[in-house]
């Protein structure tokens, strides 16, 4: 899934992985990788969180996608993302940066409370 956000359109406000809310603030997102440091060329996965913005429990569905603005390309293979039932997460699967760099990584919502998305900023 290719987006197009440049960084002169969107700066993600929140640095590292703290939780943040989606961009219409229907939501409360988290995203953090399993492996730190984040790999580069390697593929590994990604933990998502998605909760109302109180913190309670909701059902959603989520998509994953990752973007270079710099260099006008996206992760080098589309992610897979599954849920958890015990954990109540999402897991994305198949993430793999090409190169060292400034990304931008995105979550869209598809909830009860209508869909939104969260931006995340990753330096490789």
Do not use: C
Request: proline residues 6%.
């Amino acid at each position: 899934m290719a987006f197009a956000i440049t960084a002169r359109t969107f700066v993600p406000e929140v640095a590292g992985w703290e939780p943040q809310l989606s961009t219409k603030g229907l939501y409360r997102v988290s995203l953090k990788p399993r492996l730190e440091p984040v790999p580069i060329g390697e593929v590994h996965s990604w933990l998502v969180e998605v909760t109302e913005p109180q913190g309670g429990q909701i059902d959603v569905e989520v998509r994953f996608a990752g973007e270079m603005p710099g260099h006008g390309h996206g992760l080098s293979a589309a992610a897979e993302v599954t849920y958890d039932e015990v954990a109540e997460r999402h897991i994305v699967e198949g993430v793999r940066f090409s190169m060292a760099g400034n990304w931008l990584l995105r979550v869209d919502i598809t909830g009860p409370a209508g869909d939104d998305m969260a931006i995340f900023g990753l330096n490789l």
